[in-house]
């Protein structure tokens, strides 16, 4: 009995001297990084303090504040930011569709601004601006040096202004300025048109309508095609598309998915994770599709690129997209303001982050430039073109073909004119559109 009260006494002694040894280093460490935060906050105090009484001109002591946690939020990555009442207004209006502006998506790169995308049908489309234009100067005014929301906030102003924008371009010897006039821009989530037979889905942004602008849209589509068979396929347009909603992601995904995971999303703890999947109901009834990206294709744009990609359900077509695979959670603040935080990375259902890589297309097809033609080209090109067999002298006549079959030629070759001319204006939907026109051709089993 006693040695065994020995062994029990030795073996609680040797127990607590190993919890002492480990746990007082532990407690120290946390005792002096707690001490360390005080510390710098007291450094924060007195830092501010020393600017309200000692700066050469009075300063607001609110905006001081507010740009002490902006650059707190914007030294953690580009998309962390501070909203202030009125900012956290205007991207509550924006995610509804109307919003007062240039109508471009933008970040920071280098100290720079750069051009996620233009938004199609607005100023800054209109006036040529293009994914990847680094903004050196507003008005005139450099924005090296000025946070993110410091350079948007310049580029702001009454409806009907204009504004001056230096741009730095690749391919272009030197900056050149771009004039642009501010207007109210009303955001049309999905723009729907039927081109050679095949259904183009132009999405622009992932804002509240986006799901429903499409939903509506294909139907209609299919409906004056006079039903789905008539339809050789859908190109899902999202080039230049610089994201928005998650869950609007999630849904357009899905409505072309049967089922299995769309994307999932990893925070720092393995509890915040999340998987989305796809519910059944296929609203292209199992129709190929073609899906366009490019640089300007963001987010929102990316989980669904991804999504169509990894289950095979569509051909990816176009340039690399712009990889960003960070979720941002907008928090309320008192006040009225908001804090946007990334919370979290997301994955495509490969289980693959885009993060900095984009997403890259199965068939890399480049935008070509349009090179402006001169008068002489075009007569010249008027000349080649234009003379025929059917043009000579004494020719034969084609005896061989009935009327309808005659019709029938000349409807295909106007279809191929018209085919020709998108390919002038658009190389890149072109070529989406000859995919859908050739899987149509080797039979259903393609579908």
């Given amino acids: 009995m006693k040695k065994f009260l020995i062994a029990a006494l030795v073996g609680s002694l040797t127990g607590a ?5 480990v746990a007082a280093p532990l407690l120290a ?6 001490s360390n935060v005080y510390e710098q906050l007291d450094l924060f105090g007195d830092i501010f303090e020393r600017i309200r009484s000692q700066y050469v001109e009075e300063v607001d002591e609110g905006e001081l504040i507010e740009a002490a946690i902006n650059g707190m939020l914007t030294s953690l990555d580009p998309h962390s930011s501070y909203l202030s009442p009125d900012d956290a207004a205007d991207m509550r209006v924006q995610t509804r569709g109307e919003f007062g502006g240039l109508g471009i998506e933008v970040t920071q790169e280098d100290g720079f601004v750069k051009v996620v995308s233009p938004i199609d049908g607005t100023p800054a489309e209109t006036a040529g601006i293009e994914a990847g234009d680094f903004i050196t100067h507003v008005d005139g005014e450099s924005v090296l040096g000025l946070t993110l929301d410091e350079a948007v906030e310049l580029m702001r102003g009454p409806v009907g202004s204009e504004i001056v924008i ?7 010897a030197e900056p050149f300025d771009v004039s642009i006039v501010r207007d109210t821009i009303k955001l049309t989530a999905v723009r729907v048109r039927t081109e050679q037979e095949s259904v183009v889905l132009r999405v622009t942004t992932f804002n509240d309508q986006t799901f429903r602008n499409l939903e509506s849209g294909l139907a209609e589509q299919v409906e004056e095609a006079g039903g789905i068979d008539n339809i050789s396929g859908i190109v899902l347009d999202l080039r230049n598309n610089p994201g928005g909603l998650l869950n609007q992601a999630i849904q357009v995904s899905d409505a072309f998915l049967e089922k299995g995971e769309i994307v999932s999303t990893r925070g720092r703890a393995p509890e915040d994770g999340e ?18 990206i490019n640089g300007g294709s963001a987010s929102a744009s990316e989980i669904v690129a991804g999504a169509l990609q990894d289950h095979r359900r569509a051909i990816v077509v176009g340039t690399k997209s712009f990889g960003k695979g960070s979720v941002q959670t907008v928090m309320p603040l008192r006040g009225d303001g908001a804090m946007r935080l990334t919370t979290a990375r997301y994955y495509t259902p490969s289980g693959r982050s885009i993060q900095a890589l984009g997403v890259s297309p199965d068939i890399v097809v480049e935008q070509p430039r349009r090179a402006e033609e001169t008068e002489e080209e075009e007569d010249g090109a008027a000349n080649r073109f234009d003379r025929s067999e059917a043009d000579l002298r004494g020719r034969l006549d084609n005896d061989s073909l009935s009327e309808d079959e005659v019709r029938q030629i000349e409807e295909d070759r106007e279809k191929a004119e018209e085919a020709a001319e998108l390919r002038e204006e658009d190389y890149q939907l072109a070529y ?15 579908d």
């Fill in 29 to 34: 460490q946390e005792a002096a990084k707690t």
């Fill in 17 to 21: 001297v190993v919890t002492t040894q």
């Fill in 166 to 172: 230096t741009v730095v371009r690749e391919g272009e």
């Fill in 432 to 446: 989406a559109i000859d995919i859908l026109k050739g899987l149509t051709a080797l039979g259903p089993q393609y």
């Fill in 275 to 292: 998987r989305f999947n796809a519910k059944p109901g296929d609203l292209a009834e199992g129709k190929p599709i073609v899906v366009l």
